[in-house]
């Protein structure tokens, strides 16, 4: 089944504590990209990456860190997480050009104390 | 700035009971519109790609379309089922790494 997999789906942790939130798609997709849900706001791209070893910031990469060392994979990475990281974020990946559907994972809803 | 901006922001129906969303949107050279659908607790679900005026795409109860300046998501007979929130999003026509999402609207059918 063609999926974007998220782990972990659910995370409480402190301020401070560093995390990896891992994403994994089977579908061969060139391009991968983080969002951030927040109630009023929308979703808002924090990282996104053309191909593997290819990434670049979104419109909110500060406090983020990402690497793309293989195709399938794109973590990413809270190196000293803040409670205004406290959100809910979502991984997707399409396949490269224009007018390409993006297709997202579940979900991970952190919670930084 | 280019804006993607969707009404209602919440629309309760009673099931059967037709109505449309609306999503306008202020980018010049439109390369591509979608819909989404986001189930609580869920990522969004891709329904929908629009890329000319004039175009329309249907699946199920739903149809959308698109003219020059906004897009519509027609919902005819409405079910409990189809209770969500629908996302419309523009891809920017400067960049192909990046779309336009807009804020939504949560859509309930009371049974």
Known sequence: EAQVTQNPRYLITVTGKKLTVTCSQNMNHEYMSWYRQDPGLGLRQIYYSMNVEVTDKGDVPEGYKVSRKEKRNFPLILESPSPNQTSLYFCASRFQGPRQPQHFGDGTRLSIL | ?111
């Open chain 2, 1 to 111: 700035e280019d804006q993607v901006t969707q009404s209602p922001e919440a629309l309760r129906l009673q099931e059967g009971e037709s109505s449309s969303l609306n999503c306008s949107y202020t980018v010049s050279g439109l390369r591509g519109l979608f819909w989404y659908r986001q189930d609580p607790g869920k990522g969004p679900e891709f329904l929908f790609t629009l890329y000319s005026a004039g175009e329309e795409k249907e699946k199920e109860r739903l149809k959308a379309t698109l003219t020059k300046k906004e897009s519509f998501l027609h919902i005819t007979a409405p079910k409990p089922e189809d209770s969500a929130t629908y996302l419309c999003a523009v891809q920017d026509p400067r960049r192909d790494d990046k779309i336009i999402f807009g804020k939504g609207t949560r859509l309930h059918i009371l049974p």
